[in-house]
């Protein structure tokens, strides 16, 4: 993916472009490990929150304006212990939600979450659902995702010291 990734990692200009880039790593991740839909979900320092930088899926335009408790869910867990998680009953899973999807009519099976950092910091999930073939997320797909999380971390590192050097 590193690669790819470089592709991906272009000149930037405004917010759109980092926007844009994490959007494409999305993609790239979801191609890797095939589903039905992901997202990158940021934290928003300022507000306190979680927002969705970037969603590919048959309902991803309706997570646009969607904002989440810091230590909510499936999300919020992943960034107080710091660890990927993955579930695949979330009937019985005791930090599921529901409720967005729910809100918007996507029937979530399974899910594969995996934290990430810029700068040392926490910056935010990415969340793999429904995999494809169904089945569920398997020891290698997190395998997987852990590795690109980790390349994807100096690019998004790039990107946005790019943009506040533009910035200033």
């Known amino acids: 993916m590193g690669s790819e990734l470089a592709d ?21 991740v979801m191609d890797k490990v095939p589903c039905r839909a992901g997202s990158i979900i940021e934290i928003d320092y300022e507000q306190g929150d979680l927002f969705f930088r970037a969603s590919v899926g048959s309902r991803a335009d309706e997570l646009r304006n969607f904002r989440i408790p810091r230590d909510a869910g499936i999300v919020g867990h992943v960034l107080r212990t710091q660890t990927l998680y993955r579930t ?57 995702i ?12 790039k990107g946005l010291t790019r943009y506040w050097e533009l910035a200033a």
């Open 8 to 28: 991906v990692y272009g000149p930037i200009q405004s917010p759109y472009d980092v926007e844009e880039m994490i959007s494409k790593m999305l993609v790239l």
């Open 88 to 144: 695949q009953s979330l009937v019985t899973d005791p930090f599921h939600i529901g409720s967005m999807s729910r809100t918007i009519g996507f029937d979530v099976t399974d899910i594969l979450a995996c934290p990430i950092y810029a700068f040392s910091q926490p910056y935010g999930v990415l969340e793999l659902f429904n995999r494809v073939p169904a089945g569920g997320f398997s020891d290698e797909d997190c395998a997987c």
């Open 146 to 157: 852990q590795a690109l999380v980790n390349e994807m971390t100096q690019f998004i590192e």
